[in-house]
């Protein structure tokens, strides 16, 4: 089992800048795939960015330019800096972190993010 906790999110104006964090219970290193998802109202959960354990990462289009995953080992966090954000970007944002040996996928419990214009 693997105990996920985001923090950062909130209300911000379309421009502006918001960190994502998402506090794992195991040594992040131990994980293989790490990423954000989010999921608008009325709309499919989509992965934003992810982060396998060689430090490779993926980007939807939309955000790509603007976003950017990382990993602080010491702290055992994955963050998603969020710049540069537009009203579309608003979501409930989720961290998932994905096991390669058995598939194993675990999810937090989501954070709300708002974008104003």
């Known amino acids: 089992q693997v105990q996920l906790v985001e923090s950062g999110g909130g209300l911000v104006q379309a421009g502006e800048s918001l960190r994502l964090s998402c506090a794992a219970s195991r040594k992040i290193f131990s994980i293989n795939v790490m990423g954000w998802y989010r999921q608008a109202p009325g709309k499919q959960r989509e992965l934003v960015a992810s982060?396998?354990?060689?430090?490779?990462?993926n980007y939807a289009e939309s955000v790509k330019g603007r976003f950017t995953i990382s990993r602080d080992s010491a702290k055992n966090t994955v963050n998603l800096q969020m710049n540069n954000v537009k009203p579309e970007d608003t979501a409930v944002y989720y961290c998932?972190?994905?096991?390669?040996?058995?598939?194993?996928?675990?999810w937090g419990q989501g954070i709300q993010v708002t974008v104003s214009s």
């Open positions: 982060m396998i354990s060689n430090g490779d990462t």
């Open positions: 998932n972190v994905f096991f390669w040996g058995d598939s194993s996928s675990y």
